[in-house]
Every structure is written in structure tokens, then in C-alpha cells.
């Protein structure tokens, strides 16, 4: 059982100011989507109200409409500019659809040293899918069609569920036995355990594999039928033979995944991509990770299997010409956009931040600038982003601690809180500058 959330100098403040959430807690995306813990329940992620649609160079909305056409994506930005927003924003609003597109996540992760074999992506993008259409099948089984009293389907799809690893496992294990617990009640509990089923039924579970609760998902006799249908043991699959080894190079591990999850009746596949640079930081190095998966783009095309790239700026370059020599310049099969945020997008950044955490009047820092500190503390602050949402928020949050350091007795920014935030971004500077060289 959890125990509730502390009230802090910084939560007092922000209460204070008539907020009921940290607006500036964290510029991850990643910790955002996860539920607040406030009192003894979790509440809604505030990553759903906080989300803003970030545009391309061109000023165009990157909507979610325009990521789920079905054609090979890539979106390039810079650290810190949303990339990864985007893509938990694309993937949970398939999943809400429930239009029975699968969208599977393979997020390269700092564990990754070299670039991979293709056998190694094999293993990779057949877990993730295996884990991706396990939860979407559990997601969708009260409210679309699929073929639950198939019995080749069903042993196809534990199939699945074992490519997904002991995580999986371990999830299908735990919602059998907390329903046998709770003798499949579902009744308002004061933990925190009981208050997240409320508000996600079994999505709560799906964080142990690396994914978010994207909707409520009830415990019906349906889904438990049917998870325990899927934690059965299958019989020992056959040896490999060395031409199964050998296939491996033709991703032949995804490629049977693909196939169960059109027997599932899900198509289009989007596959996503993300955290490529998460270890490496080289141009080339980044570029050479991802480039045996762009082999397979014309064949996952007619798959109905479309790439969904979200990829560091340093990469365009060798990216777009990759696809210049391989497809040449009038390739109608790839959508490439670069995020670009501008001082207007920053501005109602702020402004629907403190939006969505309760706050109906506060439309500009300048408004919680005491006289004496110079005009434009807003323009200040969205200047040294750099057009960065993520430093944005860095900054604005260092603002906060930096007056609550400063043991200021009133709720406005002072001018003692201005400099020592300036002198606090110089000394960071100062150190970037250090390591870098």
C-alpha cells in the first residue's frame, strides 16, 4: 500500500497559487504519462491535458490525423523538443480508437553499445510486438471483434504472449490471481492499489512491461477467460533447423508476429521507433542502428506495416539522403517533418499549463513578477529555452525553487529570484562547456 503524497514547500506554493498540480514537476515525458499519486489515490496522468500539438518548419500542426495516414513517418527534433511526446501521444490515441490498428513500441534503450544484427532487431521487434498485441487484444476484447473462439488463433496468440517475455507472463499470472483475490469484485478501495484499478481496471498492470494504461480496461469474464486462456503452457516448440536460424535475417520472429496479429484482425501495423539516441550520440553510429530496418520498407509497405520514426535532428542529413538514393527524390511512401517550436507555441505552452493544473486567470509569468523585476520575464524565459519545451519547463521550475530558496513571504517573483536563476543557468553553462571540451 502506498502512502500519500507529502505536502511540500513547493505544493504549498503552487497551491497557493490556486493550482492543483505541478505544471512544472518534470519535462520528461516518460515520468508525465505516469499517474499522480495525490492523497491516498492516483489521478489522471496530466500528460493528456498538458499535450500540445508541436508544429513542423513549416507551421503546420504535426496532428495525430496526419501521423496515422498510412505511410512510412519520421520525425526529427532535437532533444527536449517532444518527439517522444508525440509518439506516446500517437500511440495512446490508437489505442482509444479501437479501430483495431496496432501500434507496436520498440524503444532503443541505453543497453545498446553497437550496432544491432539483424538477428538482434528479430528478437527485439518480435517482443515488442509480441507485448504490444497481447495488451491490445486484452484492450479491445469487450468491445471489437476478434476471433476468441478460434482455437489456431488462440494458440497463435500465447505464442505471442510467450515472445513477449517472462514480463508478460508475469502480468497474465498477476490478473488472474488478484482477480481469484478480490473474488473478481471490483470495489472501491481506499490504497492506492485499489484506487488505480479503479480509474485503469487491468491497464494498471501494463507499466510492468513498459507500456501506459491508455483507457479503462474492466476485469469482465471475458478478459479473464480469456488471460487464462493465454498463461496456459504451449508444447515445446519444434529445434530450430539452421534455415529458421538463417532466417532471422529476413526478421522472420516479427514477421510471424505479423501474421498473428492479422489473424487478430489488426491492420495497419505502425511500428515506432524511439530513443535511438538514448546511448549513442554520432551522426552515423545512430544512423547505422536503424538502417537494417529501412531495408524491409517497401516490404513492410505492403504488409500494411508502416514505420514511424522519431529521430535526433543530427540525423536528417544522412536520412534524407539514404532515402534520396534508395527511393529517389519523389517518394510519396515517406512522410518527413522537423518539429520547430516558435515563441507563440512556447507562450501557450505556459498558458495551457497552467490550464489544465487549475489555474483560469494566469495567462503569463509576468503576472507573478513583482514590479521592480524587469519587464518580459516570460519573453526572458522562453528566449533561454532555446526553443526547447523541455528547458522551458526546466527553467520555469528553477524559477519556482530558486524563490522558495530565496524564503520569499509573498507568491510573486522578485528580482533576487530572477538573478539567481540566470546565475544558476551561467554555472550549468559553464559545466556544459567544461565537458564538452
Known amino acids: 500500500m502506498g502512502k500519500p503524497a507529502e505536502r511540500t514547500p513547493r505544493s504549498q506554493y503552487l497551491e497557493s497559487l490556486g493550482l492543483n498540480a505541478d505544471p512544472f514537476e518534470t519535462p520528461v515525458a516518460e515520468l508525465e ?140 499470472k498477476q490478473i488472474l490471481d488478484d482477480a481469484q483475490a478480490k473474488g473478481h469484485k471490483e470495489e472501491e478501495k481506499e490504497d492506492i492499489e485499489g484506487a488505480r484499478f479503479e480509474r485503469y481496471g487491468v491497464g494498471m498492470y501494463w507499466e510492468r512491461v513498459g507500456r501506459q494504461a491508455a483507457r479503462y480496461v474492466p476485469r469482465s469474464e471475458a478478459l479473464l477467460k480469456l488471460v487464462k486462456a493465454l498463461a496456459e503452457r504451449r508444447a515445446p516448440p519444434k529445434a530450430e533447423t539452421d534455415e529458421a536460424e538463417k532466417n532471422t535475417q529476413k526478421l522472420e520472429k516479427f514477421r510471424k508476429g505479423i501474421e498473428v496479429a492479422r489473424s487478430w484482425n489488426f491492420a495497419p501495423i505502425f511500428l515506432v521507433i524511439d530513443g535511438v539516441d538514448n546511448r549513442m550520440r554520432d551522426p552515423q553510429e545512430m544512423f547505422d542502428l536503424i538502417e537494417p530496418l529501412l531495408e524491409f520498407a517497401e516490404e513492410f509497405q505492403r504488409e500494411k506495416v508502416f514505420l514511424k520514426l522519431f529521430l535526433p535532428l543530427e540525423m536528417r542529413e544522412l536520412f534524407m539522403k539514404y532515402l534520396l538514393v534508395r527511393f529517389g527524390e519523389l517518394n510519396p511512401s515517406w512522410i518527413c517533418d522537423t518539429i520547430k517550436w516558435r515563441k507563440e507555441d512556447l507562450h501557450r505552452l505556459i498558458v495551457e499549463r497552467f490550464r489544465a493544473a487549475g489555474s483560469s486567470t494566469i495567462y503569463s509569468l509576468d503576472l ?28 520555469i521550475s528553477q524559477l519556482i525553487d530558486t524563490h522558495l530558496e530565496n524564503k520569499n513571504q509573498g507568491l510573486l517573483f522578485t528580482q533576487a529570484d530572477w538573478e539567481g536563476v540566470k546565475r544558476k543557468m551561467s554555472q550549468l553553462r559553464a559545466r556544459s562547456i567544461s565537458y564538452q571540451n
Open 368 to 395: 507573478l513578477a513583482e514590479e521592480n523585476v524587469p519587464e518580459g520575464l516570460e519573453d526572458w524565459v522562453i528566449a533561454q529555452s532555446h526553443g526547447s519545451p523541455r528547458h522551458l519547463l526546466e527553467i
Open 33 to 172: 504519462i505516469q499517474p499522480m499519486l495525490k492523497h491516498s489515490a492516483p489521478s489522471d496522468s496530466m500528460f493528456f491535458y498538458y499535450f500540445i500539438q508541436p508544429r513542423n518548419e513549416k507551421n503546420e500542426a504535426l496532428s495525430v490525423r496526419k501521423l496515422r495516414q498510412e505511410a512510412h513517418t519520421v520525425i526529427f527534433g532535437e532533444p527536449g523538443m517532444g518527439k517522444t511526446s508525440l509518439r506516446l501521444w500517437l500511440g495512446a490515441e490508437c489505442r482509444n480508437a479501437l479501430d483495431h490498428t496496432l501500434v507496436v513500441s520498440c524503444i532503443f534503450g541505453e543497453d545498446i553499445q553497437k550496432p544491432l544484427s539483424m538477428a538482434e532487431h528479430d528478437e527485439r521487434l518480435a517482443r515488442a510486438l509480441g507485448i504490444d498485441l497481447t495488451i491490445q487484444v486484452l484492450e479491445g476484447v469487450d468491445q471489437v471483434s476478434l476471433p476468441l473462439t478460434n482455437a489456431d488463433a488462440l494458440d497463435a496468440l500465447r505464442g505471442q504472449a510467450e515472445v513477449g517475455g517472462r514480463g508478460i507472463a508475469r502480468l497474465l
